[in-house]
């Protein structure tokens, strides 16, 4: 190859990132690209050697080793940036005038347009690195939209699941909910003890003051139920004025009975509403998993009912524990 045949400015401006070498191994030349790489010091006129590390192919110290690996791919680094590897091809001049090496930055072109800022001028015209560091981007920032789309669905997935497992009224766990965690409970094999709360004289609140007051006083018996239970406690509102409770790892029936008349105290108080008075009452019935061979969520449930339809028999406003 003979430099005569094509000027400085056009050797820059097709290859912004070559270096011509004299015979001695001196920097002669070299594109504007790597000017940017070397933050303005001069590379013209020092040896290549020296100014570069040759990594792969290895024994390359002088120009004979250089010019013997003609038309290989080369591995090498500016001395000053040892992490941004350059791939490079080198060409004899003719007449043992030097060689011309063409470097690139490879598969590394990424990483290296943002550690040193370069742009589309710092690329050969026919350089299809810029169009692809666009579709880089592109792909990047579709992944990052798919990402979000994803993270949005998820989060909507799992209010949805959430709104299905709660009681809209109340803010309670619904009928569905506590099934699961019934049967989740019994599964993992650990005792517990299950209430079945109705409200006594709900009705008259309805009839006399309206659903509105109704209302009101479900929102409180929710919160009144919450209060008096344990943070890993399950309540739900399974009906209109009926509540269950789920109370993992109580075994103990006068632990289980005084839980229950603490909650009958609550709700026997007055409740407030607007100018006037609500007045209700509980009945509860109560089981223990402790009491079965095998504990059986229908039976459990069946059990607990029957025990709450004995405590209204027995006058209402009171407690009462299935006896198997």
């Known amino acids: ?29 070299h594109g504007p690209t790597l000017s940017r790489l070397s933050q303005g010091k001069p590379l013209t006129g020092m040896d290549f050697f020296t100014a570069f590390d040759l990594r792969r192919p290895g024994g390359m110290v002088d120009m004979a080793g250089l010019i013997a690996r003609a038309g290989e791919r080369l591995h090498v680094t500016l001395r000053d940036l040892p992490d941004t590897v350059l791939r490079g091809l080198v060409v004899p001049l003719d007449a043992g005038q030097g060689a011309l090496i063409n470097l690139s930055f490879g598969i590394g072109i990424v990483d290296a347009v ?37 993270i949005r669905l998820q989060g909507a997935k799992v209010m949805a699941e959430e709104q299905a497992m709660t009681d809209t009224l109340t803010g309670l766990r619904n009928r569905r909910a506590f099934d699961l965690g019934l049967s989740r409970q019994i599964t993992q094999g650990m005792p517990f003890a299950l209430m079945h709360v109705d409200l006594d004289f709900f009705k008259a609140v309805n009839d006399t003051l309206g659903h509105a007051a109704g209302d009101h006083v479900l929102t409180e018996v929710a ?98 524990l299935h006896q198997p």
């Open 223 to 320: 919160r009144i139920l919450t209060d008096e239970t344990r943070l890993g406690d399950t309540v739900a509102r399974v009906g209109g004025d009926e509540f269950v409770v789920l109370l993992p790892m109580i075994t103990d029936p006068a632990r289980l009975l005084h839980v229950a008349n603490r909650i009958i105290d609550r709700l026997s108080r007055p409740i407030p509403w607007q100018d006037q008075t609500c007045r209700i009452a509980a009945s509860i019935g109560m089981t223990l998993s402790g009491s079965y061979t095998r504990a059986d969520p229908l039976r459990m449930l069946h059990d607990a009912d029957t025990a709450l339809y004995a405590a209204k028999r027995a006058g209402r406003g009171r407690a009462v």
């Open 1 to 29: 190859m003979s430099r005569a045949c094509l000027p400085d400015t056009a050797l820059a401006r097709l290859m912004p990132m070559h270096v011509l070498l004299s015979a001695q191994g001196r920097v002669t030349g």
């Open 114 to 150: 943002k550690i040193h800022a370069l742009n589309d001028a710092d690329f050969a015209p026919t350089d299809l690195a810029i169009e692809m560091l666009y579709l880089v981007e592109a792909k990047s920032a579709v992944m990052n939209e798919l990402r979000d789309l994803n």
